[in-house]
């Protein structure tokens, strides 16, 4: 059965308690001075999540298992909805289409992927959103909220592609406000159900980890 990529999410229901976040691979060699070289492996983070927690009903606990066997375990990747970051704003706030630049328009270019900074004024890191959340995403062009007939939205690849009418100017600043899921895959082949109460047990484990879709 060749791998593929399910477009459905993981039950907001039994994500409950999920731990984890970005993980970054970094070389570090100490050197005969007491200096350091560091040395990025990884350009981008990736993200791993435990979605066990504590008790649940039989009926959740199925739950789990009917969508772990429908993905074959590791086999397909499908969405996940990190608990604090899913959102082109902070958690708590209210996405505009203002959140995060996009690109700059050149007055041929068309597509332009949805993008997310993290930054500060010592770095920042840009980080590519591949699995938006249909009828969530909000664009502007200069400030000027484009109309739904103005662009057509991947809601699979995350790109914004505007009507041949549409096309942003030159000069033109594109932004985007969204919320979106990560694409992750089951990190383990084992699903151990734990049926330590009347009509209700527990999961102590489900691990996930983002892949590229």
Not at 205 to 211: D, H, R
Request: aromatic letters at 8%; glycine letters at 12%; one cysteine or more.
């Amino acid at each position: 059965m060749p791998t593929g990529f399910h477009e459905v999410r993981f039950p907001l229901r039994l994500a409950l308690g999920t731990s984890g976040g970005p993980v970054r691979r970094t070389d570090i060699v100490s050197l005969s001075n007491g200096r350091e070289n560091r040395n990025r492996r990884w350009r981008d983070a990736r993200r791993h999540y435990d979605a066990g927690s504590g008790i649940k009903s039989i009926a959740d606990l199925y739950a789990v298992l009917e969508f772990f066997e429908a993905r074959a375990g590791q086999l397909h990747g499908f969405r996940f909805r990190d608990p604090l970051d899913f959102k082109s704003c902070p958690p708590g706030g209210t996405v505009t289409a203002n959140d995060q630049g996009i690109g700059t328009g050149d007055g041929t270019t068309a597509t332009f992927q949805l993008i997310k900074t993290y930054g500060d004024t010592g770095g920042a890191s840009v980080r590519e959103i591949a699995k938006p959340v249909a009828g969530s995403v909000a664009v502007s062009v200069d400030g000027v909220l484009a109309g739904p007939g103005d662009f057509a939205l991947d809601v699979t690849t995350g790109r914004v592609t505007f009507t041949p009418t549409k096309i942003p100017a030159s000069g033109a600043a594109i932004r985007a406000g969204y919320e979106f899921d990560v694409p992750v895959r089951f990190d383990t082949d084992r699903i151990d159900v734990d049926l330590t109460q009347f009509q209700a047990g527990r999961i102590p484990s489900i691990p996930l980890v983002e892949i590229m879709p």
